[in-house]
Each structure stands twice: as C-alpha cells, then as structure tokens.
C-alpha cells in the first residue's frame, strides 16, 4: 500500500479528524474546522494525482471526513473504507463531481459535498480571456516575439478578429454561460445567439436594455435569439463558447461533422468539460482549417491532450485555471471544508447552493449549514431554514 511522504497536521489533540488530500489555497477553512474542534491533515506529498491507495492510507482506522479533489477516483473502494473508519462526509474541491459515485457514496452513508456558486465570474472570464486571445492570436504573437523574430511593423503581421459586431454564441446559458455573455455583449458590444433548454429570460433582457442603451448614444444596437437548437448557433456564430453539463447528451457535443457547420475563421473556446468536444476531431479540423482557432482549459483526457493539439498555433491551451483566483479558489476551499464540518456536526443543508455569499463573508461567523450536498436529498438531510 502506497504511504503518503508528509502530512501537515494543525489542531493535533482535535475531537474530529478531518483529512485534505491536497493543501488548499488560503488559512480560512483550516481556522473555520478548529474552531470547531477538528483535527486537520493535509497531506503534502509531491504527487499530483494521488492513487486510491494513497488515500485509504491517508482515511486509516478513524477518519470523520475527506476534502478531496476533481483529479481523484472517488468510488465503492474509497467510500467503503471512508464508511469503516467512521466517516460520514467528502466533498470535492470544485463545482463538478464527474469523479464521485454517487451512488456509491449513498450507499455507505457519505454526504458528497461541492462548491458551486464561487466559480461563475472567474469562469466566465477565463473563457474571455481565451476568446479575445484567440481573437488577436496573442499567444502567438508572444511566441514570436520571445523569439526574437520581430523586425518591425508589417500590414500583414498577426492580423486577428475584431469581435465587435460580431455574434457570440453561447451553448449552455447556465450561471457561467449567461455571465461570459454579458461579459461579451457589453465589452466587445458583439450580438448573441444561445441555445439552452431552458429560456435565460434574465439574460434576453440585460442584452435589450443594453441595446436600447446604444441606439440612445448613437450606435449600432445589440441583438439577442434564442436558437432553435445547438447547430444554429454554430452555424451562424463567431465566436462560440461552451457551457453544458456533461452527460451521456454532451459528450462529443462538438464533433467531425459539427465542427464542419461552424464557420472557417470561427473561434471555439470550452471551459466546461473536456469531454464535450472530439479532441481528435478538433486536431483535425485545426490542421485543415488554419483560420479556425480555439481556446481550451479542459481537455478529453485529462492531464493529457491528443497527440497533435500541442503542435496547433491556432490552438490557445491552458491547464484546467478556470477557477484560479485567488478569491474563488479560497472560496471553494471554505465551502469544501464547510461541506465536511456540516455534516459532522449534524447541520441542516444550505437551502440556495448558488448563493454561498454568507459563508464566504471573512468578517462574520459562516451559517450553521452545509454549503452544498448533492446527494442530501437521497441521505433524508434536513434543508436549512435560514
């Protein structure tokens, strides 16, 4: 059985044991858990992605609860173990849980918890800052430079974009999907085109208002449609960003013959999942069509890329930092461990996962809840009053 190298222990002679898989951004969920009398671990081993060994050595014979990570394979074997030493709650690091079971979970009693709500804006503008990248080849335009290859001004030099007046299209118009639109209209004033199951009304209105607010300086008003369906929007915009969920509906979403619809010189950015689009399609369809660019945090095999993305200029590549600011990373650390140390200590479920405001508010005592437990429903967990 693999042995973790070092654990930072803080709180030792602590009621509850509470395990970090990872060391977590900030000092704040540390203090919140003692506080609350807990033992904290973090375990500090050089390894990126821990084994299922790794952390049943990390749980060992008593164990209250696990903060884990997306990275990390969080089935039968570890909640079974979870279950023996005691534990009765994990929660992953991040808004998405494609790597918990669940089920599983449920079954041996665990309440999963999540973080959604800190992560809309610094999504939204991560993929942003991809399509504006993507728009004026920036990263391309860096490498040449740093390479010493720049010898004066040229007409023909790295010509990119504009993405004013142009459409944005939105696939998924969810909390993230809505707020990077905004982000688009108002700042590069571009029309939006999106599909999504249901109507963002709230969205429909911000873009008319803001319409209505250029035509009244003078310019050139924005529009909005609500397409039909997901092939609309890419056949008929710019700049397309991802934002669904992935299930078995969404995987390979954005494939051979669908990238085939989008315009030659479109922009394709996803920072939803890897998943969603055919990454061997893509390296294809880069290699075929040199104006066609795209921006990726998230990748189909993560940590790896298909062979080939890596060799594309017109491909912007980053690792998986959607949610990497500073705030939102503290943030979901103070949710992750408020998921655990809520179900320790026998609180209700927060009753909006979305609106987690008060729990990350520094300068008062977070709510006596759990910020989020996807599978509390399924336990028979009380919901917060408050």
Not at 76 to 103: C, H, I, P, Q, W
Not at 131 to 155: C, Q, T
Not at 181 to 199: C, P, S, T
Not at 318 to 331: C, M, Q
Request: hydrophobic content about 40%; glycine content about 8%.
């Amino acid at each position: 059985m693999a042995k973790p190298v070092s654990i930072e222990v803080y709180n030792p002679s602590g009621k509850y044991r509470v395990i970090s898989t990872k060391p977590m951004p900030g000092t704040r969920w540390i203090n919140l858990l003692i506080e609350q009398d807990c033992r904290v671990e973090i375990c500090t081993q050089k390894k990126t992605i821990l084994s299922v060994e790794d952390i049943i050595a990390l749980i060992g014979d008593k164990c209250d609860g696990v903060i884990g990570q997306l990275t990390e394979d969080w089935g039968e074997t570890l909640f079974s173990a979870l279950s023996r030493a005691g534990g009765k709650a994990f929660s992953n690091m991040a808004v998405g849980y494609n790597n918990v079971d669940v089920n599983a979970a449920t079954k041996y009693g665990v309440a999963v918890g999540n973080t959604p709500g800190v992560l809309t804006e610094t999504t939204a503008e991560l993929a942003a800052s991809l399509s504006l990248a993507a728009a004026r080849r920036i990263v391309e335009a860096d490498e040449f430079m740093r390479a010493g290859l720049y010898d004066g001004w040229l007409p023909h030099l790295f010509v990119g974009n504009l993405l004013k007046g142009q459409t944005v299209g939105v696939i998924g118009a969810g909390r993230i999907g809505s707020a990077y639109a905004r982000m688009m209209v108002e700042g590069f004033k571009m029309n939006l085109i999106y599909y999504d199951l249901y109507q963002s009304t709230r969205l429909e209105k911000f873009v008319t208002a803001y319409g209505q607010f250029l035509k009244a300086n003078g310019e050139q008003p924005v529009t909005w449609k609500r397409a039909s369906s997901m092939d609309e929007v890419l056949q008929e915009a710019d700049l397309i960003s991802l934002h669904p969920i992935l299930d078995k509906t969404t995987y390979h979403l954005v494939n051979k013959e669908r990238l085939s619809k989008m315009k030659k010189e479109a922009i394709l950015i996803n920072c939803s999942r890897g998943p969603v689009v055919d990454e061997v399609a893509l390296v294809e369809h880069l290699k075929e069509n040199p104006m066609f660019r795209v921006g990726l945090d998230v990748f189909e095999d993560e940590p790896y890329m298909k062979p080939g993305l890596a060799d594309m200029k017109n491909a912007i590549v980053v690792p998986h930092i959607a949610s990497a600011s500073k705030w939102t990373r503290e943030g979901m650390a103070t949710l992750a461990a408020l998921n655990v140390l809520g179900k320790i200590k026998g609180y209700p479920v927060w009753s909006d996962s979305n609106r987690v405001e008060p729990f990350l508010n520094e300068n008062a005592p977070p709510p006596a809840a759990s910020p989020s437990i996807v599978n509390g429903k399924a336990l028979g967990l009380p919901v917060s009053k408050l």
